[in-house]
């Protein structure tokens, strides 16, 4: 046995009672998005952008969670619970999409629960534009529920027998009165934006 380490009182961490839980908890749940976040930038850099962590380098770069990927602005969330709007809201507000009419990076969630696969969300508006730039044919299935798991609406919308016409499907559901977000699979929304994308960068030449 070593005895040379000194004798100290454990750290709150390890003590008895509920804060060791609560601050656990914490720490899991602060991991658990770093690795997401790391996951999804490695993810990208498969289809051949440039991302990594927004907060890599100190946060210098705002507060989006992934850079990299021109035009959208990066939330990610690799929860279990996930309250959609609320992380909508929280893409809205550090984008600047609020305060801003045109030029704004598009507000966009990214999000994945354990054993499955990653989903994208955004502003109807945004994906309004982002998918006009290609001649797709898309399924919309509709939930106005309050309570409802995308990942069902997903798999419910993608056995629509009419579906074999459509391009790709997504899940249209209300944030708000008068407000929608649209969420797909990410493996079809990385097809729709890249062919925005280069859309953008050809106008650029």
Not at 54 to 78: M, S, T, W
Not at 132 to 161: C, F, N, Q
Request: charged fraction near 25%; glycine fraction near 8%; include cysteine.
């Amino acid at each position: 046995m070593c005895h040379d380490m000194p004798l100290v009182q454990p750290p709150l961490l390890f003590q008895g009672g509920g804060g060791e839980r609560s601050i656990l908890g914490k720490i899991n749940s602060r991991d658990k998005g770093a690795n997401g976040e790391r996951e999804l930038a490695n993810i990208l850099k498969e289809y051949g952008y440039k991302t990594r962590r927004g907060q890599q380098f100190c946060g210098a770069n705002g507060d989006a969670d992934v850079v990299g990927l021109p035009g959208i602005h990066i939330e990610c969330k690799r929860v279990e619970r996930l309250n959609i709007c609320e992380a909508m809201e929280q893409a809205i507000n550090d984008s600047g999409a609020n305060d801003l009419p045109f030029g704004y990076d598009f507000p966009t969630v990214f999000h994945r629960k354990n054993n499955c696969e990653w989903l994208v969300t955004m502003r109807l508006e945004d994906w309004l534009d982002l998918c006009m730039s290609g001649s797709w044919t898309i399924h919309y299935h509709l939930k106005r529920s309050e309570k409802y798991s995308l990942y069902d609406e997903i798999e419910a919308a993608y056995k629509v027998p009419e579906l074999l016409r459509f391009d790709f499907s997504t899940v249209c559901h209300e944030k708000g009165e008068n407000e929608w977000l649209v969420t797909m699979k990410f493996v079809r929304w990385i097809y729709i934006y890249h062919e925005w994308e280069s859309g953008k960068a050809l106008e650029q030449e």
